[in-house]
Each structure stands twice: as C-alpha cells, then as structure tokens.
C-alpha cells in the first residue's frame, strides 16, 4: 500500500503544479496580492509531496520489494546497500524522479527565501517553475511511472548495471542534476521578467546567485563524471568528447557566458537582451541533455532509455518550452530598453569577448554532437564525430579566451587603458614565460605546443593573484595596509579570482596529462617487470576473489622506484553475477599531483595477461581545478551584495527656485 501512496502523492503533486502555474501569474499580472501570496506555500507544499514520492521509492529498494517492476529490474537482494540506495536514481524512471525532486526544491528555495523579491516578479517566476513542473510530472506518470507493480513479483532482481555500482555513481548525478535543473529558475526568471517587462540590474542581481549555483554544482557532477569514467571504464582518458558527456559540457559553457553578462547587466545595464537569451538557452541546453540521454537517438555508457515514445514526449516539451520561451523573447525584447554604451577597450568589452569565444566554443560542439544524428535521420547515413573535431575546433576557441581572462578584471568599466592593464600583470607575464623556457628546458623541443600550454595556465593562475594585488594596491600602500584591505574584498572578487585560478590549474593538468603521459601496452606473466618513468612496475600474478555479488580476477602488482618499494597495486576484472556483464577496475595511485594507472587486460593462459601502464604526470589537476572552480563560485554566493538586491538610484532633486531679488 505504502507504494501506492508514493504514486498517489505524484498525481496531487502534478494538480498542484496547476494550481500554481496558474493563480500566481494571474495575480501577477492583475495586482492581485492574495493570488500572488498563493506561490510561496504551494511551491513548498509541492516539493514535500515530490519528497513522500522519493521516499517511498528509496524505501521499496532499501526493503528489496521485488513487485515494483522499477526494483525487479534495477536491483538484487545481494547487493550492498549503498548500491541499493543510489540504484533509486541509477535508472531511467528513478533518475527522473530525482530530476523533479530537485526541480521543485529550487522553486521551494524561491518561495522560502526570496521574500526580498517583488511579489509580482517572485510569483511569476514560480508560476513559469510550476509550468516546467507540470510538464516533467505528466511525463514521468504517463511514460515513466516508477510505482508500476509486478502480479507475481520472482525472488531475485535482475540488480543494477555494474558499471554503475560504484561510489562515482552515487555522487555524480545528483551534482549533475542540481547543476541542470538548477539553470530552470534562471529560465523562469527570464521568462516571468519577459512577462512582466521587469529587466533591470536588479534583475541582473537576484539572478546572478541562483546562476553560481546551478554552474558550481555543475562543474562538480561534470568535474565527478569525468573521474567516474576514468577510473571504472580502465580506458586511461578522462573526456572522450561522448555526446552524452558534451550534453553537459554545454549548459556549462552557456551558464559561464551567463555568469559574465549578467555582471555587465547588473554594474551598467547593458545586454539585457543577451543576458536573457543566454538564461533561456542554458537551460535550453540542459533540456536538450535530458532528451539525449532518455530519447535513445544516443548509444552511450551514460544513456538511461531506448524508448522512442519516451523520446517523442520529452521532444515535445523541448519545442513547447524553447519554442514558446523563444517566441516571448522574439514579442518583447524589442520593447526592452538598452543599457549604458562602453568603449570597446573595458571591463565590459572584456566581458563582451569572454561572451564571444564562449558562445562560439557552445556552437562548436552543439554542431559536432547533433550533425551525426541530423544526417542519420535525413540521410541514414551513419557518421563518428570524434576528437579531432572538437580539438580542431574547440581548442583554437579557447586559447584566446585564456589569454584574455587576466585583463577584464583589471581594466576600469567603461572605459579602460590596455596598456596601464598589462603594467599590472607583468609579474604575471614574467613568470609565465620563465615557466615555458623551462618546461622548453625540460622536455626539449619535441613536443612545442606543450610548453606553451604551460606558460598559458601559468598565466592564467598567475594572473587571478595580481589581479587581487592589484585591486587592494598591496604594493603601493604597504603589507600592513595591504593585508587590512584583502581582508576587506567582497566575496565577488574573492569568488573571481579563485575561479580564474582554478581555471589555470585545469588547464595545466590537460597539457601535462596529454602532452606528457607515458604508455605501454604488454603481455605479463608472473615475475615480469615494466619500468615507466622511472618506475618498476613487477607482475606478481593474479587470483580470484569474490564480492557481495561479483567474482574478480585481481591482478597483484608491486611498484618500486630505484629499487625501494613504493605501493602494491591491485587492478581487476570483475563480473557480476546477476547480468553476467563484465567490468573492469583500474589501478591507481597519486604521487603528490601524478598518478600510475594499471587496467587489465585479456588473460593469455599459462598466467599471463594484457597490462597498460600509464604514467600520467600532473593529472589530478584537472579534477582539483574544478573543486577550486565550484569553490570560487561558492565565496561569489557569500557576497552579502548578491543578497540584498541591487542598489536603486537616487532620485534626483528638484531644482529650487532662485529667490526673487529685492526691489
């Protein structure tokens, strides 16, 4: 019965999202308060009906409840439990689940703290959040139902895809997630300020937080899923320009051009109609990633449903929601004001660039995911877009942007000096190029683009401290002032640099571990010993051992340097017993920023087994540097700024009249 009541608190969820997609924005747009007062509870009252409905499912699979046809078919008795757990939404059905929860949870955030918000433009944004509800609701019970119940359930379960039982897998949809659908208020926001005709810097304002939100989490589950696929897969990269993967990747570089033009809108009120382009294509964007995931046009590792009509209905809220967002946007933007103009030279010229390049690279790899799926369904013919697309394309875009991003901070808004800006970084120049003649020095001239791509991170790390420097004046009123003033910056800037930094860091872990990796592919029996980098990697044979609810065949490797012993590393390749599908877990271990990565092979008889040793030096940077991204975001939210709305004008005073002179 208590399952049934999950299935029942999902239909009262969906009339309420009618309710509230309804009155509020009436009350909007009549003046009337009661009808706007309707948003706030309905929108909390909304997401703890969602909540029953995770719960209940949660504890379906916790308790094994084989006659749910979602839990015979996604779990098993004998699976640990935290698999049990993170195989609620490690399907289709429970994915979406887990996609409306968080949905109506930032409309709940809304109704809850967004009091400092104008009534009309807060319910009209929960009304639009309550349409994008509606939808998900009516898709999840008409195609997805997660309650559907077995007449004569079997004992066991056909259990969870292997290569998603893993802790990766527990952390990186629910990041995701948070990231995707986190961009749908920022999608109401412009939606209900198109409405209401509401853009202002103050807009500008109250978007910019929910934007930092949605974009850290999604540089996390972006960030979590590349490292998922690393070490689970045993294939040794860590980005395979999957379009699944790119599905991501895309409402990430639309949400960072986001987070710059709204900053342009709230300091000077320029580009309101791009900012709001930008927030209704980012989650444009991410609603395209849920159709590529779930439609089945995509054969892919991170694909949940094969189901075209499931494709069909999802296909159809892409053009009622873009098409009709668009559509408002094509009525009103005509109507919208324009903002202060700015020399091409300043801070927001800068930002207009970053704009630019950002959008470009979003095109790019739009055009090199979607072109083999819009040619096989008008030509049949099939195609591969893979990586030297993107590179070729993707690569050149964003070699000047990195160049560019030390220079917006430091020149003035309006109108800058170029020259008195490159006065400021020359520290930053300086050490650059010395990090680039001395990678030159190290690695010789082999391999020229990589040296280069060092000096260019270092640049950019370098270049989010002086811009810090720079902004309290450090070395021009003194240490003690100095250090009085950085205490004294606002999160924003603090938020800004680190990200950039965190940017650079990146950025020198891809060029380290593409450049500089060492391989080798061999054949190893039992007592046989690789050297890589200057490490002995020793074959000591390989065992079998079981699991909860696998059999492995585990590889035991010992790892010396110079003789001296460092680690034992045990890679393995497992099956699963339920499915019968094959895994394969690789082994690693860090040297401070670097990693030695083992994955197994065929076996050959007579002990002996396929081996790929890698070195990869550096590597763990690109996963560190996006930690430091989200994290620069999260001081960006602490801003007290960003809490208390946007500065009004004063009001200009009237001109009193001149005394009349004596006569």
């Not at 996604?74 to 994915?95: D, I, M, Q, R």
């Not at 070490?231 to 949400?255: C, H, K, Q, R």
């Not at 700015?342 to 660039?353: D, K, M, Y």
């Not at 492995?552 to 099956?575: C, D």
């Amino acid at each position: 019965m208590i399952v049934e009541f999950g299935h029942y608190a999902l239909v009262l969820a969906l009339a309420l999202t009618l309710v509230q997609s309804v009155l509020p924005l009436w009350g909007a747009l009549s003046g009337d308060s009661r009808l706007m007062a309707v948003a706030p509870p309905v929108s909390v009252m909304l997401f703890l009906l969602v909540l029953v409905s995770f719960v209940v499912l949660t504890a379906a699979y916790l308790n094994s409840d084989f006659s749910v046809l979602n839990v015979l078919e996604n779990s098993h008795s004998a699976k640990p439990l935290l698999y049990k757990f993170t195989g609620v939404w490690g399907n289709h059905e429970g994915s979406m689940m887990l996609w409306i929860l968080i949905l109506v949870f930032f409309g709940a955030l809304v109704g809850m703290f967004g009091r400092n918000l104008p009534a009309d433009l807060r319910a009209a944004t929960l009304s639009v959040q309550a349409w994008v509800s509606a939808g998900f609701l009516l898709f999840l019970l008409v195609t997805s139902n997660p309650f559907v119940r077995v007449a004569n359930p079997p004992l066991e379960g056909a259990d969870l895809n292997p290569i998603l039982q893993d802790v990766g897998l527990a952390i990186h949809p629910p990041l995701l997630y948070i990231g995707y659908v986190g961009f749908s208020i920022t999608f109401s926001f412009a939606v209900a300020a198109l409405i209401l005709g509401r853009l202002d810097a103050a807009w500008a304002r109250w978007v910019r937080p929910w934007t930092l939100l949605a974009w850290s989490f999604l540089t996390l589950g972006i960030a979590m899923g590349s490292y998922w696929a690393y070490y689970e897969l045993g294939w040794g990269g860590w980005w395979f320009w999957d379009p699944v993967e790119n599905a991501s990747f895309m409402p990430w570089l639309a949400g960072t051009a986001l987070l710059h033009s709204a900053i342009v809108m709230e300091k000077r009120e320029a580009l309101k109609v791009w900012t709001v382009l930008l927030a209704i294509f980012t989650f444009s964007l991410s609603l395209l990633g849920t159709f590529l995931v779930r439609s089945g046009v995509l054969t892919s590792v991170h694909a949940f449903a094969t189901d075209p009509a499931r494709g069909v209905f999802i296909l159809a809220l892409l053009c009622i929601f873009i098409g009709g967002s668009l559509s408002l946007y094509a009525w009103r933007a005509p109507m919208l004001k324009q903002g202060g103009l700015f020399a091409p030279i300043s801070r927001e010229g800068g930002l207009v660039l970053n704009n630019l390049f950002l959008t470009a690279a979003t095109a790019a790899v739009f055009v090199g995911t979607l072109y083999p799926l819009v040619l096989d369904a008008v030509t049949g013919e099939k195609i591969s877009v893979g990586a030297p697309f993107f590179n070729l394309t993707f690569g050149p875009l964003m070699i000047p942007l990195l160049i560019a991003v030390p220079f917006g901070p430091v020149l003035s808004w309006k109108r800058g000096d170029l020259l008195a800006a490159t006065q400021r970084l020359y520290a930053a120049l300086g050490l650059a190029l010395l990090m680039t003649l001395f990678t030159f020095w190290l690695w010789g001239m082999e391999k020229v683009l990589a040296p280069l791509g060092v000096g260019l991170a270092v640049w950019v790390m370098t270049g989010a401290v002086a811009e810090i420097f720079t902004r309290v004046k450090f070395f021009e009123i003194g240490p003690k002032r100095g250090f009085s003033r950085l205490y004294g910056l606002p999160g924003s800037a603090w938020g800004t640099a680190i990200a950039h930094f965190g940017i650079g860091v990146t950025v020198l872990g891809i060029v380290t571990a593409s450049a500089f990796q060492e391989e080798r592919i061999v054949t190893m029996r039992p007592g046989d010993t690789v050297d890589l980098s200057g490490y002995e990697v020793t074959f000591d044979g390989a065992a079998p051992r079981r699991g909860p609810n696998f059999t492995e065949e585990v590889g035991h490797f010992t790892i010396r340097q110079a003789g001296a012993y460092v680690t034992e590393l045990e890679p393995s390749k497992r099956v699963y017993t339920a499915r019968q599908m094959p895994t394969t877990e690789a082994g690693i271990h860090t040297f401070v920023f670097s990693q030695l990565y083992l994955s197994l092979g065929e076996s050959r008889g007579d002990g002996a087994v396929d081996v790929r040793v890698y070195f990869k030096p550096l590597i763990t940077l690109i996963w560190i540097g996006s930690v430091i991204m989200a994290f620069g975001a999260a001081v960006s939210m602490a801003d007290r700024r960003l809490r208390i709305g946007a500065p009004k004008p004063a009001a200009k005073r009237k001109a009193v009249p001149a005394a009349a002179p004596a006569e």
